[in-house]
């Protein structure tokens, strides 16, 4: 068990909504997964995840539609970044896509500031929908590709993470600008992934972690990565 802290000014949650993802599913899920939920959290990830869904059938969002994938994969799969916490600062999340993992730590982590950065215009009007549904006031919204030459106009961030948008041997020297002095990257990754972390990657592994997701929906890794330079 761990730690985390929980964002009492968050939005209350209204009926309606129709959405297949129940606060009662993503209870279960999280604590089967060993993370704590505070009060009004489940409802708040529900509703994130079923706007999620509602939009995914007019722009694709996610290829995960059922309601327990989505409450493994997608909520509790982010909050297993909580296992690295405290999250001090700031964090950038690197192709965020639906929020994920972005705004289940905002709802968790009042006291960072949180960066999501996404290519896709259709996505941030998806992400600043979610902001807006739960009330969520420590959430940036950029959209932008790292991979243009420009540097982007972005703070120094004390994580980076990332849910293996591309491999950790490109993305580090890529967005290693935008990273504070002691800052670290933190890559999510599948099985299949393992491999795109080599011991001649521009840095060091400081810290790996491998998680079963709950209901037996496969493995994660998660690898923490401090950049040359970045001591």
Known sequence: ????????????????????VTPGLVREVLAEAGIPAFPGAAELLALHANEMLR??????LTAI?????VAVKHVADSLLLLRFAPFPGRILDFGSGAGYPGIPLA????????????????????LSRARGMLRLSNVDIVQARAEVRKRLPLPPHDHIVTRATAPAGEV??????YLADGGRFLFMMGPGARGTTPGNLPGTVTRRE???LPRGMGEREIVEIEPAGKE
């Open 65 to 69: 539609t059922d309601p327990l994938e």
């Open 107 to 126: 709802l968790y982590l009042p006291g960072a500031r949180i960066t999501v950065l996404e290519a896709s215009a259709k996505k941030c009007a998806f």
């Open 1 to 20: 068990m761990f730690h985390v802290e929980h964002s009492g000014g968050a939005a209350m949650v209204r009926g309606g909504g129709g959405g297949d």
């Open 210 to 212: 491998r998680f079963h």
């Open 55 to 60: 939009w995914n059938r007019s722009i694709r």
């Open 172 to 177: 580090v020297p890529l967005l290693s600008p």
